[in-house]
């Protein structure tokens, strides 16, 4: 079946399967592979060409029908009813991880562009080498490439691969690299991590005082930004707290008067659960401060103290770089959420 050579489906990609099937066929009516009036196959044989469920690709027939880009005649099926539709953007968007803050900055990102906006998702799992992979198979093919840049290892061969795509394509979220100076063309939506946490621990002062030690939890291995210990060992020294930062939460003995402050979810809710095992009081015994807002942090614990950015403002502002064509870096606000933990 020749469609195969075209109309195609990534397992990998975390797009859903009919939002690909509809890409692929506006694709290959932009690229002058499918023509007007010309029939497609049956939704049946679509569905058992491309190995997808009847329902996906009827689903993914009905989002071009409402494009007007098909049209359906009973008996005879699908066909191209205009060659004429044109994507003004097509974006490759990589995430590091899935999470509900990520999740946050996605639908705020998706939900500030042209609803036909094609946008391929992927998630590289703070990989470098299926990082490298992705962006190798799929250069390009994309006006854009949104980009957040966390990984375990291998950061510093980054470069590279960023400087082999055209910079008026490329936004990076979350993190601006090093080298990248306002005026030289590069885009970024980002948080200043050492000054962002101390900040934040600078205005939440009046509380860490009733505490006498601060542990920060910063996994030897950790996609996030060294900067953050910095920043922490900054504001620790000038208010003259006692601190430590410590690489697991797990075997740590917990004590009256200390504050945790956890980066990743995994340690709060091996803190949260160690903290319910002894006899300490939340906000008054002990005190716990997690990175980034998310809406279930306001209720656990009768609330969560938090630092974060805000990730709303963060997927906006990243599309608003692209639907107006600019080349900006842009540092996003850092709030602090106190609440009954602290």
Request: contains cysteine; charged residues 30%.
């Amino acid at each position: 079946m020749k469609y195969r050579d075209y109309i195609k489906i990534d397992p990998y990609s975390a797009t859903p399967k009919y939002i690909q099937l509809t890409h692929a066929i506006l694709s290959a009516i932009e690229s002058g592979r499918l023509h007007q009036d010309e029939l497609l196959p049956s939704i049946n044989e679509i569905s058992a060409e491309l190995e997808i469920s009847r329902d996906t690709a009827e689903k993914g027939y009905k989002n071009l029908k409402r494009l007007d880009v098909l049209g359906s005649v009973p008996g005879k099926g699908y066909y191209i009813k205009s060659a004429g539709f044109r994507q003004r953007f097509k974006i490759l968007l990589l995430f590091n991880k899935l999470s509900v803050h990520k999740k946050i900055l996605y639908d705020a990102f998706i939900g500030a562009l042209d609803p036909e906006t094609q946008v391929d998702f992927y998630i590289y799992n703070n990989d470098f080498k299926l990082f490298k992979k992705i962006l190798a198979e799929r250069k390009d093919i994309y006006t854009h490439y949104v980009i957040i840049p966390h990984f375990f290892e291998g950061e510093n061969n980054i470069r590279e691969l960023i400087e082999g795509i055209p910079r008026d394509q490329i936004i990076l979220l979350d993190k601006r690299l090093s080298y990248m100076e306002p005026g030289e063309g590069y885009a970024a939506v980002y948080e200043h991590f050492e000054k962002d946490i101390y900040n934040a621990l600078v205005r939440a002062i009046s509380r860490l005082r009733n505490y006498q030690r601060i542990k920060l939890v910063f996994p030897r291995k950790s996609y996030y930004p060294k900067e953050i210990i910095g920043g922490f060992q900054r504001f620790c020294r000038k208010y003259a707290f006692e601190h430590v930062v410590i690489p697991s939460i797990k075997t740590e003995v917990l004590q009256a008067g200390e504050v945790y402050i956890t980066v990743m979810e995994d340690d709060l809710v091996h803190l949260i659960e160690r903290i319910k095992e002894t006899a300490l009081v939340t906000g008054k015994d002990i005190g716990v401060i997690s990175y980034n807002e998310t809406p279930i942090k306001k209720i656990i614990l009768n609330g969560i103290t938090t630092i974060s950015t805000d990730f709303k403002k963060m997927g906006r502002l990243a599309a608003e770089l692209i639907t107006n064509n600019r080349q900006e870096l842009v540092e996003v606000p850092f709030s602090l959420f106190l609440r009954d933990s602290l």
